[in-house]
């Protein structure tokens, strides 16, 4: 099928380094910079052609040079100009395609889809929390730059096939005009954090693949806690174990496509495959995981129910009855002179109180070490 972009808006929207990235990547080697036009050229069928991109994309005449680019592009490659487009404007992003197998119909219930789209969320805010630091369990408050990389995270259209979503995840242009034609320059810079997720992303998943096939046949989860600096955590087993369960039970395969602007430096596996039957290996891992894991920054909030102390003016033992893991816990925490009489205080008037801390589960009980910022509620 035949599909030529005419917009002009669209054509305007294509960036000069999109197009040579996206040149590059199909073998065009640069040649050099003359008048505002970056020159390509590349050998097919044995004579060298020759291809020239507008570098000035506010110059009134952009839209029609690039319209021509793509003409000739679509003789070149014998595809469409649509088909380019969709590659063209991928170049700055990297791809996460999550699919999962359903009926022969092709439709899965909209219950079931809600659920699947949230637990694709789950997995990449898992991995760009691990991104951001390795932590075996990441409880109710997300650091920061995760909760922001994953807004800037885009839906795509869906694709034939199973149920696919798309994910797009944008780069931040690698360099300036000189080095996005690949004609020197400064080197380039660290992988940016948009990167580091999705490459998290992926290493986790292939580290939890080899855990699982170690733990089923150890029967013991244990392995998983060597897995934490790959960056799998509790967050990433309870999301995928989600997806693996829904509605009766799916397959799910996790696929990447990396930009063709910042090329892979290393070998990661393009498509990794997880079995419905997997799924309970992960939620045992996610329990040992977070059983385990001091929980960094936890707040609790809650009241007072047990104090103890040989000597009051010097602080003693606090016991705060609060939320864990959506479900009231006792947890135990060491106070100094000032809180250990603020604590007195909330209990005598049945007041909330909120301090925070490092969760740790010892066995069956908590405890917060490192307690700050203990206050109570007016």
């Not at 059983?291 to 003693?316: H, M, S």
């Amino acid at each position: 099928m035949k599909l030529d972009i005419a917009d002009f808006k669209t054509l305007s929207d294509i960036a000069p380094g999109t197009l040579t990235a996206y040149l590059r990547s199909r073998g065009w080697a640069p040649l050099r910079v003359e008048h505002e036009l970056g020159f390509f050229h590349k050998q097919i069928d044995g004579e060298d052609v020759e291809c020239d991109v507008p570098l000035r994309q506010n110059a009134r005449d952009y839209p029609r040079r690039i319209r021509e680019v793509l003409e000739n592009l679509t003789l070149i490659e014998s595809r469409s100009q649509y088909e380019i487009y969709q590659d063209l404007v991928r170049t700055n992003q990297d791809i996460v395609r999550i699919s999962i197998d359903v009926p022969e119909s092709g439709r899965v219930g909209l219950d079931e889809a809600g659920v699947l789209f949230s637990a694709a969320r789950d997995l990449v805010l898992a991995a760009a929390c691990s991104a951001h630091t390795r932590r075996a369990y990441f409880p109710r408050r997300k650091p920061q730059r995760a909760v922001d990389y994953v807004r800037h995270v885009n839906l795509a259209a869906p694709e034939a096939g199973s149920f696919v979503v798309v994910l797009e995840s944008p780069l931040p242009a690698p360099f300036g005009q000189q080095q996005a034609l690949g004609l020197g320059g400064e080197p380039a810079e660290d992988e940016p954090f948009e990167r580091t997720v999705l490459v998290t992303l992926a290493t986790a998943a292939v580290t939890a693949q080899k855990s699982i096939e170690i733990s089923t046949a150890r029967g013991s989860v244990e392995r998983f806690s060597d897995d934490v600096g790959a960056g799998v955590n509790a967050n990433y087993c309870d999301a995928l174990a989600t997806m693996l369960e829904e509605g009766p039970g799916r397959d799910v395969a996790i696929a990447f496509s990396w930009s063709t602007s910042r090329p892979m430096t290393f070998a990661l596996p393009p498509r990794l495959v997880f079995s419905k039957n997997e799924a309970p290996v992960l939620r045992a891992a996610s329990k040992f995981l977070k059983d385990r894991a001091p929980v960094a920054d936890f707040e609790l909030i809650g009241q007072v129910v047990r104090l103890k102390a040989l000597a009051p003016a010097r602080g003693g033992n606090v016991t705060i009855a609060g939320l864990v893991d959506d479900a009231i816990r006792q947890v135990q925490l060491s106070a100094g002179p000032d809180d250990y009489q603020r604590a007195i205080e909330a209990h005598q008037h049945e007041r909330i109180v909120s301090v925070e801390g490092e969760l740790i589960k010892d066995g069956r009980s908590f405890r917060l070490s490192n307690p700050r910022m203990f206050s109570v509620a007016s």
